[in-house]
């Protein structure tokens, strides 16, 4: 059974940083794509950013400049650092990974998500 742990959410001021983490676990063949999503309250889920297993990646236009993603192939983890953070950022984020696993076919697997909430 695959499963996508996040960690580092949680509560800090308009302008400060945060790193999530998520990793990938279980009987793995391939990761492919990788990524954070966000939820607003009362909004739809919208991308965040996504990195390739080959490393190019594509970010949303509200956080361009802001966000970076990264990922450790060997660790099957996926990051992403948030700095300049706004209100507008509060959001649940969710991680997201195109993977294979032993005797199906690719798709996509969800973390549960994680809480960032940005305090003015």
């Known amino acids: 059974q695959v499963q996508l742990v996040e960690s580092g959410g949680g509560l800090v001021q308009a302008g400060g940083s945060l790193r999530l983490s998520c990793a990938a676990s279980?009987?793995?063949?391939?990761?492919?794509?990788m990524g954070w999503y966000r939820q607003g309250s009362g909004k739809q889920r919208e991308l965040v950013a996504t990195i390739t297993s080959g490393g190019p990646t594509n970010y949303g236009d509200s956080v361009k400049g802001r966000v970076t993603i990264s990922r450790d192939n060997a660790k099957n983890t996926v990051f992403l650092q948030m700095n300049s953070l706004k209100p507008a950022d509060t959001a649940v984020y969710y991680c997201n990974a195109q993977l294979q696993t032993i005797g199906l076919p690719s798709r996509d697997y969800w973390g549960q998500g994680t809480q960032v909430t940005v305090s003015s």
């Open positions: 279980g009987i793995i063949r391939r990761v492919n794509a």
